[in-house]
T-cell receptor, first 115, second 113 residues
């Protein structure tokens, strides 16, 4: 079974600064997807960014970008120009493209944004 | 844009009672997933359906059952409720066989007392 590890239970960043959240995963598959989801205090699960394993280019969505290192099985999220609204729990998630399509989540990183 | 609709949003039940949670996927989405998120936990996959057939099964207790109907909405039935079933239950939907991201509903918060 695939495992997703987020080694930072909590992170803090000042407004307008940049922060990087770490995620590593373990899999023997070559075809899969990786996601970052944001869960604010409302508890809504919001997709931040996705990465297909077969794509070498790192995904980018406005202020959010990833550093995908397939050989190292690492998938970190960089948030630039942090805003107060970025404060939330961030979950890294893995989904196989071969056997079942359910998301396998990490334990999450709680991001605090300070003025 | 239409989103995944879950009802009810909040539910309070007593131990040993039964609860039914409903999920209405985004139009033209034929795949539905159910997740359970306990307090301070990450979401855990319970079960999924594709074209009204069960497609994958996770850590769903035997006391729970689910199905997807002809209009693609799904229901999660939970019987003999236990205190430990108190959690946020998410439904998510996606189009096709799952090669695209799933979109989550706002969740149903179940409290068992």
């Amino acid at each position: 079974a695939q495992t997703v590890t987020q080694s930072q239970p909590e992170m803090s960043v000042q407004e307008a600064e940049t922060v990087t959240l770490s995620c590593t995963y373990d899999t023997s598959e070559s075809d899969y997807y990786l996601f970052w989801y944001k869960q604010p205090p409302s508890r809504q699960m919001i997709l931040v960014i996705r990465q297909e394993a077969y794509k070498q280019q790192n995904a980018t969505e406005n202020r959010f970008s990833v550093n995908f290192q397939k050989a190292a099985k690492s998938f970190s999220l960089k948030i630039s120009d942090s805003q107060l609204g970025d404060a939330a729990m961030y979950f890294c998630a893995y989904r196989s493209a071969v056997t079942g399509y359910a998301l396998n989540f990490g334990k999450g990183t709680s991001l605090l944004v300070t003025p | 844009a239409a989103g995944v609709i879950q009802s009810p949003r909040h539910l309070i039940k007593e131990k040993r009672e039964t609860a039914t949670l409903k999920c209405y996927p985004i139009p033209r989405h034929d795949t539905v997933y159910w997740y359970q998120q306990g307090p301070g936990q990450d979401p855990q996959f319970l079960i999924s359906f594709y074209e009204k057939m069960q497609s994958d099964k996770g850590s769903i207790p035997d006391r729970f059952s689910a199905q997807q109907f002809s209009d693609y909405h799904s229901e999660l039935n939970m019987s003999s409720l236990e205190l430990g079933d108190s959690a946020l239950y998410f439904c998510a939907s996606s189009p096709g066989s799952g090669r695209t991201e799933a979109f989550f509903g706002q969740g149903t918060r179940l409290t068992v007392v």
